[in-house]
């Protein structure tokens, strides 16, 4: 069903994920509720069908689908003060939605992109209807290579990647608080899973192979441009 939720509207969109079972959490939906899609694509008018789009630089913004299952995902760590870091936030949206899952007490999302377009250009897109997540703190988008994660805030709640990483992301895994949670597509360009690993409280690490998933690389910037 995750491929025959769209609809003509942001709540249409939503109301139609929650039908076909994508989103079963009230927050979750609150969450994608209050962040219109609309916002941070190129063409509105394609914005709530279920599928990616692209917004330039050899980046998409994920099918919504995608979104909803990444939130669900991750629903269990997303509280009011907890800290996340969103690897490759392209558009934004998803940061928009960690950031009102996770809004008071301090909580805080850092969104890293290594194109300066598309820092700008998601700050732009935040600032249509969450500027006051900017404005106080809850959000921070910065340039910089997500591979390497962000250390200086570190460590995360919450750990989300969009692209896909060839290999198990050991330094991400670092950056993780114990209880900790990172979601990552892993495979080359044909065949990737998503996986998801969790620091437990002795600092061991559990990994679980979820679904099949086709994104676009994690790679350095000039690839990225020059792809």
């Known amino acids: 069903m995750t491929w025959y939720s769209s609809g003509n509207t942001n709540y249409e969109l939503v109301t139609n994920l929650h039908s076909n079972g994508l989103i079963t959490d009230d927050r ?13 694509v190129l063409d509105r008018k394609f914005a709530y069908i279920d599928a990616p789009l692209d917004i330039g630089y050899s980046v998409t913004i994920s099918a919504p ?24 936030s392209g558009s934004g949206y998803l940061t ?43 959000i921070k988008i910065m340039k910089g290579d997500g591979r390497l994660g962000y250390r200086r805030s570190a460590p995360y709640d919450v750990i989300h990647v969009g692209a896909a990483s060839s290999q198990r992301p050991d330094e991400l895994i670092r950056q993780l608080k114990e209880g900790g949670r990172l979601i990552v597509p892993v495979g080359n360009e044909s065949e990737q899973n998503m996986m998801q690993y969790d620091k437990l409280a002795n600092g061991t690490v559990l990994t679980t192979k979820h679904f099949n998933v086709l994104y676009v690389p994690l790679t350095d910037e000039q690839k990225q441009l020059n792809s």
Do not use: W, Y
């Open 28 to 40: 979750v939906e609150k969450a994608m509720l209050q962040t219109d899609r609309g916002d941070f």
């Open 96 to 138: 928009a939605c960690f950031a009102r899952m996770i809004h008071g007490s301090n909580g805080r999302v850092i969104g890293i992109e290594h194109i300066r377009e598309l820092v700008d250009l998601s700050i732009q897109n935040i600032k249509k209807n969450g500027g006051h997540l900017l404005n106080d703190g809850t």
């Open 65 to 88: 689908h995608m979104h909803a299952l990444a939130l669900e995902m991750l629903k269990d760590k997303l509280r009011p003060g907890s800290k996340v870091l969103d690897v490759g």
